[in-house]
């Protein structure tokens, strides 16, 4: 037998040792923690068993992004997704093993989840940033999944999962070269597939990336322990009738406080760490639509220019009282509460927002609006209504390219009219927020696409369904 041979069979054998004490195949359920108390030195972890390469990693991500990015609704708010590449950015300059071009990019969901894809990609939902009570906790969240990149967790749950298809002959054909590569093995475990088996994790991962993610929290400034009060406070939430989505796709180790308290000895945390920034509220302030709690900017008071209201502003429920309007030329006319403002559009008098006070105002040359209606009559682009109507529509989501469909167009009756309703939601650029839009269109007398869209964000829309109810039945058109 050559030398070659004899290690490739040893090379098998240890393999073959591996699976069998359940370090390749099993769920994972072990803890790399001793519980007995006592400090340990910092924690310091190797990348597991793994058929690919680090640069396929790289692949491999760029690959389950793009189509997670086709999935999910991605948000473009510049001022948002700039403050977490640069958070994010900070840690990763400290994350241990091959420098993986790590890259982040925030979901617009209210869903509290952020989850890692092989070779850098890093999804933070826009819940996880408005849950968090301070920059700590974000900074926690995101060292965690930076961790599980770092580590190699993603590629080494495919590579147990392609042995545990294929068999252990595979390793022979692995080790001699002959087998391994990128597409059969991605195919083997699923395809398309893969995403799931990437975001998977057991105990023992979870673990090896709450102490690696405490590491990096304590490198890049921050105190370690905001990562485990974020986890454990998540957990508390589980007792009620949802649990947060992040418990689904993370398994609870154990008790992450301990542990992280364990190993504090042996970090070198700062004595003043950084807990908090003013970047930080603002960009929560954005998404919620609440007060910034930092004192560099002060907040106004009283009435404000509509011309300069700040996006994210909640501005007060529809009134109970509704006024009378008529377009001047005739074409239409309805009743709005009585608490919002009828703005022209540039479009003229048969193109008008109607919106309450403080939801609406300039971004430079722009005009925004995110709580009312926009209504006005365009050129259709089909002679048919529902064909006109899909044309609209198309044209809405160009505009704003983070939108989807949510449900498609139905027929209804209003006013004696036929109108087809669609609805569609997407991260707004303005708050931040996901906001839902409802687009109602109408085929006029003269050959025209009346449009009606309500807009309200996701967690007010109910509050203000019965007033747009109210404006659409009460719409009447003269053409």
Not at 444 to 456: H, V
Request: with cysteine; proline share 6%; aromatic share 8%.
């Amino acid at each position: 037998m050559s030398r070659l041979t004899i290690w490739r069979l040893l090379l098998i054998t240890f393999l073959c040792a591996q699976l069998a004490c359940g370090g390749l195949l099993s769920g994972d359920s072990g803890s790399d923690v001793d519980n007995a108390g006592g400090a340990r030195p910092a924690p310091h972890f190797e990348p597991g068993f793994n058929l690919f390469s680090p640069e396929q990693d790289i692949e491999l991500g760029r690959m389950s992004a793009r189509e997670i990015a086709g999935q999910v609704p991605v948000m473009t708010d510049a001022r948002t997704t700039q403050y977490v590449q640069q958070l994010g950015a900070k840690l990763a300059a400290h994350a241990p093993g091959f420098k993986f071009p790590y890259q982040f990019a925030v979901v617009g969901t209210r869903e509290i989840n952020a989850f890692a894809l092989p070779g850098g990609p890093i999804f933070v939902n826009a819940g996880t940033i408005a849950a968090a009570k301070n920059e700590g906790e974000l900074a926690g969240v995101m060292a965690h999944e930076i961790s599980h990149i770092a580590l190699r967790h993603g590629t080494n749950q495919a590579s147990k999962a392609y042995i545990a298809q294929k068999g252990l002959g595979i390793l022979s054909e692995i080790v001699g070269g002959e087998g391994g590569d990128l597409g059969s093995i991605v195919s083997a475990i699923g395809g398309a597939g893969a995403n799931m088996i990437f975001l998977k994790f057991g105990r023992t991962a979870e673990t090896q990336a709450d102490l690696e993610g405490a590491r990096l929290l304590a490198a890049a400034g921050y105190d370690p322990r905001d990562m485990a009060t974020f986890f454990e406070k998540l957990r508390s939430q589980g007792g009620g009738q949802r649990v947060p989505e992040m418990l689904s796709d993370h398994p609870d180790p154990g008790n992450r406080i301990a542990a992280i308290n364990q190993v504090m000895p042996s970090l070198r945390v700062s004595q003043k760490p950084v807990r908090d920034s003013n970047e930080f509220q603002q960009v929560k302030a954005r998404l919620t639509g609440g007060a910034v709690k930092s004192e560099a900017e002060p907040q106004r008071v009283g009435p404000r220019d509509p011309t300069d209201i700040e996006p994210g502003a909640r501005p007060p429920a529809p009134s109970s009282e509704f006024r009378e309007f008529q377009s001047k030329d005739g074409s239409f006319a309805l009743q709005y509460p009585a608490n919002w403002d009828a703005i022209g559009a540039p479009e003229g008098d048969a193109n008008l927002i109607f919106a309450p006070k403080g939801a609406y105002g300039k971004m430079g040359d722009s005009l925004y609006v995110s709580h009312g209606i926009f209504i006005g009559v365009v050129a259709p682009q089909a002679n048919d209504l529902a064909a006109a109507n899909e044309a609209f529509v198309r044209q809405q989501l160009a505009a704003n390219p983070d939108f989807r469909v949510q449900r498609n167009p139905e027929r209804i009756e209003s006013g004696g009219r036929q109108w087809l309703r669609t609805l569609v939601a997407g991260p707004s650029a303005t708050t931040g927020q996901v906001e839902i839009d409802v687009i109602y269109t109408s085929a006029t007398s003269d050959g025209r696409l009346f449009y009606l869209i309500t807009m309200a964000p996701e967690d007010e829309f109910k509050n203000y369904q019965p007033a747009f109810e109210r404006i659409i039945g009460s719409l009447r058109l003269s053409r």
